[in-house]
Structure formats: structure tokens, C-alpha cells
């Protein structure tokens, strides 16, 4: 693909008067007018690249002679030309032709004996780099680290070296500047007649670029200190980009992350060799790839292993996973942008999503979506250590909840007869059904509720009331007894809101199938987060058998709401060691 550049540039800022809006500005010309771009005579940084791209006549120089600070290239190599799969080599090349354009805008000129004339757009035809040579120059950064120019992509031995040094570019950088052709201000008509136009871009079109789909470009935002998104003719800074909160999260300055936050960007993110999924990523996280040994000529699946292994030692946080939620709009919406009505072929978009193709035990969550914290400043951690990881298993000894009398195939029915009847109650109160359970290592019952109403209402909808409840009680009866006669009507207008737990449920399979496997909840990993530490999170795995071996799968997670409350006055010595495939 190829890119198209207008110097004359929209910026866009946070409006000072309305923090959650924006405003646009129009850069006519240098760019004081812009947030300040790049800083000028910054102190040479303690860390330089081993080359650097000088910007005025395009020659690569030793970095360790540049004495000012530098400018990193982040990018989606699709846009960097036609890309093509070279089979004698086998692996894909870029075939310049020089499409890349530059378009500079219209001017208004004197025009003799006296009026103006105004002159036509010109464009310019360039090849990439002159592409990237023009927005230095728009924005000031005289020197560049650009991967394809500073690294010799034919020397092997320079290539994994500067591989394992580029989390510390990034991060020595005082700004990485991401291309994102897709994103543009387009021209809105208003209704106001004094503003009859405005311009307007969409920082959430950065989701749906080339740039986000990328494995290196996601090591590359992170490392980063600060990005400048740079469109066809629009930038603007980090604190602009809206998006979801796991984006916000992700350009969360100081760095806030753990492995359960970088899996869940990074499986959905695609690379044109497998390899550089292990190389990019363990970069992130400090010791990863000195312990790694792999290179591009390991077999894949036993280096993939192999690696999440070395980072499920790092951080447990791996086991925080589920069902798919988001992935589910990021893959389709890109090329089917908020249509609800999907064509046969996409039925199963499940299966495209990139890390499938691996296979990777269920512990690494490849079968699933990882789990991010809503509050941006929080993230799911544990004290939980007595684990290790052996090939494609993971021994963990833990506490656990799992029911005794569980049978596969025994399932959960209610009936009419076994919902109690609701108290008379005035209009304005809010009632609970819930029912009392207990653990063996209770002393006595909890309080889980089911299924709220208002109070004072003519009519309930029992059908829906019994499919609700019944959906919610088999999964809950992998993990305590369940007594249909324990059920009761609460009044949650009057009860105290500390005393009832509620499970939500997030798994890889569905639990509301009666004859699905028994399920255990693994009580003794518990995550917690630091916005609210009433909130337990607890790995859920499921037993499996082949032959005569048993072993189990990681199939997600359990929230529990109220959990202090939920294992109050609960002691149990019984732990397990799981062996999870």
C-alpha cells in the first residue's frame, strides 16, 4: 500500500473549556502554531542507537556521534510499498515504485499590475522514505531511528542484536512518531451559518488501522515515552487518542502493564513471521529474552511453548482470560464497520483471530480473550507463587472450591413450585431472589442473589424469571451444593450491602450445558485489583481425561463481588496440585 501526506496539517488539542471534547486547529505553514512538536537541543540521552537516520540529506550516521536527542518511527510495514512474497528467499520483500505521494495544498499568489490568483494543488511522487523525510522536516526531528534504513535486514547477527535493543530505543526516544495513513480530517457540514464547515478526525480510526493490528507496533507503543500520531492530514498527541479504555490503558504514561494486559492487544495482533511474536513481546518484559533461546530457525511451536512459559513465570496474571468480547468487533470492524448482519464466511470470525493457529496449551489463553482492569489505573496481581511451569504444563498447588456432588449430566431444573412467593412489598422496593450456600470449610451460609424486581408490580414474568436463574445455578453447582429449597426472597432496599457474594462467570466453555465436565475454581490464586478490593478474580479450570489420564484445562475465570464476604469465616488446610494442559 501506499501513503498519502498533506503538510498542511490539522491538529487537533484537548478544548481547554470542555475536557472530554476537542479542537481543531489548521497548521498554515511552520508549526509553531501546533502543540509543541518536537523539542529542539534536547541532552544527548544516556542510551543511542547504534545508527541513526539524518533527516537533512538522508545518510545514516553513528548514533554514538549524535549529540541531541532523537526521534523513533512507528509504523505498519503494508504501507511502506507493494510487498511482495520473494519464494526463493522465502519471505516477503518491499517493491518500491515510487507511488507514495505528497500533496501540497493551493496558494494564493500576487498577481500584476495588482489582485490574486490562486495556484492548483501540486503532487509530488515520492518513495518511502521521502515520504518520512518531509514530516521530519513539518515536525523538526533531525535525527530518526527508521528499522528498515538502521538495521541491515540481510546481516542475521546485527538483525537479533538490535532485535533485543529495541525496547531501549523506544524508550530513549523523546518521542516515537506513529504513521497512520487511515486517519484524516474530513470536512462536516454545520448548521451554524456564521461556521457553516468544520473539520473533524476520528482518533478511535486508530483502532481500526494497520498500525494497531501489528505485533511490533505494539511493543513500540508501550516502550514509547510519548507518540505523536501522525495522518494523511491530521496529528495530534496520546492524550487526544480516545478510543476504549484498554487503549487508554495502553498509552497510559508511566507504563502500567502485566502479562494478562500485553496478551490481550498483543493475540489479536498479526506478524509476517511467527517468530517475531516471541521477539517482540519479550522484549517488554526485562530478562524475557535472555532467557529465551529460539531464532527464526526454531520449529515455532516448540519456541512459542517454550516462551509462554518464561512468561507465565514472570507473571501468573496469564490464567486472567475468557471469552471473546472485543475481539469480536476489532477483527470484523475493519472491514465491516458496524454492520450487524454477517456473511456466512464470517460466522466463525473467531478463527481468525491470529493466535489460534498456534497450538499452545490452555493455560496461555488461546482460546480466549485476556482480561484488562476498566480502571486504567489498575491491573489484576496476585501473591500467588506456588506454581511452575514443565513444557506444556503448568503444576499449580492451590486451595480450590469444587462440588462433591456434582455429577456430569445431573443438571439444574426449576420448576414454578420451587420459587417461593414474593413478599408485599411497597412500589419503591427492590427485591433479591437468592439462594444460601455453603463450603464445607463454612461455618455458615452465604447469600448469592439470582434475580432482582420491583416490588408492588402486578405481574412477574416467571418464564423469564426461571430461564434467568436456571442459567445462573448450574454453573454455580460445579463448585457447592445447591438446594432448590434454599431459595428466599431478599429485600436488597433493606439488607445490608456487604452480606452477599455475586459469581460472574467468564469461560472459554458453556457451564449451563448439564453434561459438561466438572469445573473447579482454584480459591487459593486470587487477584485482586487496586480500584476496588472487594473484587476477586479466580482462575476456573475443567477436568479432561484421555485414556487413562487425567489432567485439566484452564477454561477462564470467575469474578467474585464481595469476595471478603464470600470466604469470611471459611478455613480449608486442603490443597491440590493441578496439572493444567
Known amino acids: 500500500m501506499y501513503v498519502t501526506y498533506e503538510p498542511r496539517q490539522f491538529f487537533q488539542i484537548q478544548h481547554r473549556n470542555h475536557p472530554g471534547g476537542n479542537e481543531f486547529f489548521r497548521c498554515n505553514g511552520p508549526y509553531d502554531r501546533a502543540p509543541k512538536p518536537v523539542p529542539n537541543g534536547l541532552p544527548k540521552p544516556d542510551f543511542m542507537p547504534s545508527k541513526l537516520l539524518r533527516t537533512s540529506d538522508m545518510k545514516i550516521v553513528d548514533g554514538s556521534t549524535v549529540n541531541e536527542g532523537y526521534c523513533a518511527l512507528s509504523y505498519s510495514w503494508s504501507w511502506c510499498g507493494n510487498n511482495v512474497m520473494d519464494t526463493t528467499k522465502g519471505k516477503a520483500v518491499r517493491v518500491e515504485e515510487g507511488k507514495h505521494k505528497i500533496i501540497w495544498p493551493t496558494k494564493i499568489v500576487?498577481?500584476?499590475?495588482?489582485?490574486?490568483?490562486?495556484l492548483a494543488r501540486t503532487t509530488k511522487f515520492v518513495e518511502f522514505e521521502g515520504i518520512i523525510q518531509q514530516i521530519c522536516k513539518d515536525f523538526n526531528v533531525k535525527y530518526i531511528w527508521y528499522d528498515q534504513w538502521c538495521i541491515d535486514q540481510n546481516n542475521k547477527e546485527e538483525k537479533i542484536r538490535e532485535i533485543k535493543r529495541m525496547h531501549k530505543i523506544y524508550s530513549n526516544a523523546y518521542c516515537s512518531v506513529a504513521m497512520i495513513p487511515e486517519l484524516r480530517a474530513k470536512k462536516i457540514k454545520e448548521r451554524n451559518p456564521r461556521f457553516p464547515f468544520r473539520h473533524y478526525a476520528d482518533p478511535d480510526a486508530i483502532a481500526s488501522s494497520d498500525w494497531f493490528s501489528r505485533v511490533w507496533t505494539l511493543e513500540e507503543a508501550i516502550m514509547s515515552k510519548k507518540i505523536l500520531f501522525v495522518g494523511r492530514n491530521v496529528h495530534f498527541w496520546e492524550d487526544v487518542a480516545k478510543g476504549d479504555s484498554d487503549f487508554r490503558a495502553l498509552l497510559k504514561r508511566p507504563a502500567r502493564l502485566n502479562v494478562a494486559m500485553v496478551l490481550y492487544h498483543a493475540h489479536r495482533r498479526e506478524t509476517t513471521k511467527e517468530h517475531d511474536r516471541m521477539f517482540a513481546l519479550g522484549n517488554i518484559f526485562p530478562g524475557i529474552l535472555d532467557n529465551l533461546h529460539a531464532n527464526y530457525h526454531s520449529p515455532i511451536e516448540e519456541a512459542m511453548i517454550h516462551f509462554y512459559g518464561l512468561l507465565a513465570k514472570k507473571d501468573i496474571s496469564i490464567l486472567c482470560f475468557g471469552e471473546y468480547e472485543h475481539y469480536r468487533f476489532a477483527i470484523l470492524e475493519r472491514e465491516y464497520w458496524y454492520k450487524t448482519v454477517l456473511p456466512p464466511s464470517l460466522m466463525h470470525w473467531y478463527n481468525d483471530v491470529p493466535i489460534r493457529k498456534h497450538n499452545l496449551p490452555s493455560w496461555t489463553g488461546v482460546s480466549g480473550e485476556h482480561r484488562f482492569c476498566v480502571d486504567i489505573d489498575s491491573l489484576w496481581k496476585t501473591s500467588f507463587k506456588n506454581y511452575d511451569i514443565n513444557g506444556r504444563s503448568m503444576e499449580i498447588t492451590s486451595s480450590f472450591v469444587s462440588s462433591t456432588s456434582y455429577k456430569e449430566g445431573k443438571g439444574i431444573t426449576l420448576q414454578y413450585k420451587d420459587v417461593p412467593p414474593l413478599p408485599t412489598s411497597n412500589e419503591d422496593e427492590?427485591?433479591?431472589?437468592?439462594?444460601?450456600?455453603?463450603?464445607?470449610?463454612?461455618?455458615?451460609?452465604?447469600?448469592?442473589?439470582?434475580?432482582?424486581?420491583?416490588?408492588?408490580?402486578?405481574?412477574?414474568?416467571?418464564?423469564?424469571?426461571?430461564?434467568?436463574?436456571?442459567?445462573?445455578?448450574?454453573?454455580?453447582?460445579?463448585?457447592f451444593p445447591i438446594d432448590k429449597k434454599r431459595l428466599f426472597w431478599r429485600n436488597s432496599s433493606k439488607a445490608p450491602t456487604n452480606e452477599y457474594s455475586r459469581f460472574v462467570f467468564n469461560l472459554t466453555k458453556d457451564l449451563s450445558n448439564p453434561s459438561s465436565p466438572q469445573c473447579t475454581l482454584l480459591s487459593g490464586v486470587a487477584f485482586e485489583q487496586k480500584s476496588d478490593e472487594n473484587l476477586g478474580l479466580y482462575p476456573v479450570i475443567q477436568k479432561e481425561q484421555e485414556g487413562d489420564h487425567y489432567y485439566y484445562r484452564a477454561i477462564g475465570t470467575c469474578e467474585i463481588d464481595n469476595a471478603p464476604y464470600f470466604f469470611s469465616d471459611y478455613s480449608s488446610s486442603l490443597e491440590k496440585t493441578f496439572i493444567i494442559q
Do not use: M
Not at 450456600?437 to 432482582?452: E, I, M, R
Open 110 to 118: 500576487p498577481k500584476r499590475p495588482r489582485g490574486r490568483k490562486r
Open 430 to 479: 427492590w427485591w433479591n431472589l437468592a439462594i444460601k450456600v455453603q463450603l464445607s470449610g463454612h461455618t455458615k451460609s452465604k447469600v448469592l442473589p439470582l434475580f432482582n424486581v420491583l416490588g408492588g408490580l402486578d405481574e412477574i414474568d416467571y418464564d423469564e424469571l426461571i430461564e434467568s436463574v436456571t442459567e445462573k445455578l448450574q454453573p454455580l453447582s460445579h463448585f
